[in-house]
Nanobody, 126 residues
Protein backbone atom coordinates (compact mmCIF):
# COMPACT_ATOMS: atom_id res chain seq x y z
CA UNK A 1 0.00 0.00 0.00
CA UNK A 2 1.02 3.62 -0.45
CA UNK A 3 3.17 4.94 2.37
CA UNK A 4 4.58 8.42 2.75
CA UNK A 5 6.75 9.05 5.79
CA UNK A 6 7.95 12.57 6.53
CA UNK A 7 10.88 13.50 8.73
CA UNK A 8 13.14 16.44 9.48
CA UNK A 9 10.81 18.77 11.32
CA UNK A 10 11.64 20.46 14.59
CA UNK A 11 11.99 23.70 16.49
CA UNK A 12 14.01 26.42 14.83
CA UNK A 13 14.56 30.11 15.46
CA UNK A 14 13.33 32.72 12.98
CA UNK A 15 15.78 32.97 10.12
CA UNK A 16 16.84 29.38 10.52
CA UNK A 17 16.67 26.43 8.13
CA UNK A 18 15.30 22.92 8.05
CA UNK A 19 15.29 20.16 5.45
CA UNK A 20 12.28 17.91 5.30
CA UNK A 21 12.32 14.46 3.73
CA UNK A 22 9.52 12.19 2.60
CA UNK A 23 10.20 8.51 2.03
CA UNK A 24 7.72 7.00 -0.41
CA UNK A 25 6.83 3.36 -0.95
CA UNK A 26 4.05 1.21 -2.34
CA UNK A 27 3.74 3.00 -5.68
CA UNK A 28 5.80 4.03 -8.68
CA UNK A 29 7.19 7.22 -7.17
CA UNK A 30 8.81 8.47 -10.37
CA UNK A 31 5.46 8.33 -12.19
CA UNK A 32 3.75 10.97 -10.06
CA UNK A 33 4.08 14.67 -9.42
CA UNK A 34 4.45 15.30 -5.72
CA UNK A 35 3.81 18.21 -3.42
CA UNK A 36 4.23 19.51 0.08
CA UNK A 37 1.25 20.92 1.91
CA UNK A 38 1.00 22.32 5.42
CA UNK A 39 -1.68 22.48 8.04
CA UNK A 40 -2.25 24.71 11.04
CA UNK A 41 -5.01 23.68 13.47
CA UNK A 42 -8.18 25.64 12.76
CA UNK A 43 -7.00 26.81 9.37
CA UNK A 44 -7.41 25.50 5.83
CA UNK A 45 -4.74 23.18 4.48
CA UNK A 46 -2.28 25.17 2.40
CA UNK A 47 -0.46 23.91 -0.67
CA UNK A 48 3.22 24.88 -0.38
CA UNK A 49 5.19 23.52 -3.31
CA UNK A 50 5.08 20.91 -6.06
CA UNK A 51 7.44 19.10 -8.37
CA UNK A 52 6.98 17.26 -11.64
CA UNK A 53 7.60 13.54 -12.10
CA UNK A 54 11.12 14.03 -13.39
CA UNK A 55 11.91 16.92 -11.10
CA UNK A 56 12.53 19.47 -13.84
CA UNK A 57 9.48 21.62 -13.05
CA UNK A 58 8.86 23.13 -9.63
CA UNK A 59 6.22 25.53 -8.37
CA UNK A 60 5.80 27.42 -5.12
CA UNK A 61 3.16 29.27 -3.20
CA UNK A 62 3.85 32.98 -3.06
CA UNK A 63 4.33 32.78 0.70
CA UNK A 64 7.41 30.57 0.38
CA UNK A 65 8.81 31.53 -3.02
CA UNK A 66 12.49 32.34 -2.84
CA UNK A 67 12.87 30.71 0.59
CA UNK A 68 11.88 27.06 0.03
CA UNK A 69 13.25 24.61 -2.52
CA UNK A 70 11.55 21.35 -3.44
CA UNK A 71 13.48 18.46 -4.96
CA UNK A 72 13.23 14.74 -5.43
CA UNK A 73 15.49 11.73 -5.85
CA UNK A 74 13.60 9.15 -7.87
CA UNK A 75 16.34 6.57 -7.37
CA UNK A 76 15.75 6.81 -3.62
CA UNK A 77 11.97 7.34 -3.79
CA UNK A 78 12.39 10.43 -1.68
CA UNK A 79 10.97 13.94 -1.77
CA UNK A 80 12.67 16.89 -0.08
CA UNK A 81 11.85 20.40 1.03
CA UNK A 82 14.70 22.73 1.90
CA UNK A 83 13.32 25.58 3.98
CA UNK A 84 15.45 28.67 4.54
CA UNK A 85 14.81 31.98 6.26
CA UNK A 86 12.01 30.42 8.24
CA UNK A 87 9.44 32.71 9.80
CA UNK A 88 6.95 32.15 12.63
CA UNK A 89 4.11 32.01 10.09
CA UNK A 90 5.74 28.89 8.61
CA UNK A 91 4.87 26.99 11.77
CA UNK A 92 2.67 24.06 10.75
CA UNK A 93 2.54 20.32 10.23
CA UNK A 94 4.07 19.60 6.84
CA UNK A 95 2.80 16.70 4.76
CA UNK A 96 4.04 15.27 1.50
CA UNK A 97 1.32 14.32 -0.93
CA UNK A 98 0.97 12.06 -3.97
CA UNK A 99 -0.83 13.38 -7.04
CA UNK A 100 -4.07 11.73 -8.12
CA UNK A 101 -3.51 9.14 -10.87
CA UNK A 102 -3.85 10.24 -14.47
CA UNK A 103 -2.48 13.75 -14.07
CA UNK A 104 0.92 14.88 -15.24
CA UNK A 105 0.60 18.51 -14.17
CA UNK A 106 1.47 19.64 -10.68
CA UNK A 107 -1.70 20.37 -8.76
CA UNK A 108 -1.83 23.47 -6.56
CA UNK A 109 -4.87 22.42 -4.58
CA UNK A 110 -4.73 19.91 -1.74
CA UNK A 111 -7.71 18.15 -3.36
CA UNK A 112 -5.44 17.22 -6.29
CA UNK A 113 -3.72 14.63 -4.08
CA UNK A 114 -4.95 11.25 -2.89
CA UNK A 115 -2.36 10.14 -0.33
CA UNK A 116 -0.67 12.14 2.41
CA UNK A 117 1.89 11.25 4.99
CA UNK A 118 1.32 11.63 8.72
CA UNK A 119 3.24 14.88 8.71
CA UNK A 120 6.19 16.41 10.52
CA UNK A 121 5.86 19.39 12.86
CA UNK A 122 7.80 22.53 12.06
CA UNK A 123 7.84 25.20 14.77
CA UNK A 124 9.54 28.54 14.19
CA UNK A 125 9.92 30.44 17.41
CA UNK A 126 12.49 32.37 19.40
Amino acid sequence: QVQLVESGGGLVQPGGSLRLSCAASGFAFSHYPMSWVRQVPGRAIEWVSGISKGGNITTYADAVKGRFTISRDNAKNTLYLQMNTLQPEDTAVYHCAKRLPGYSRIGQNPRDYDYWGQGTQVTVSS
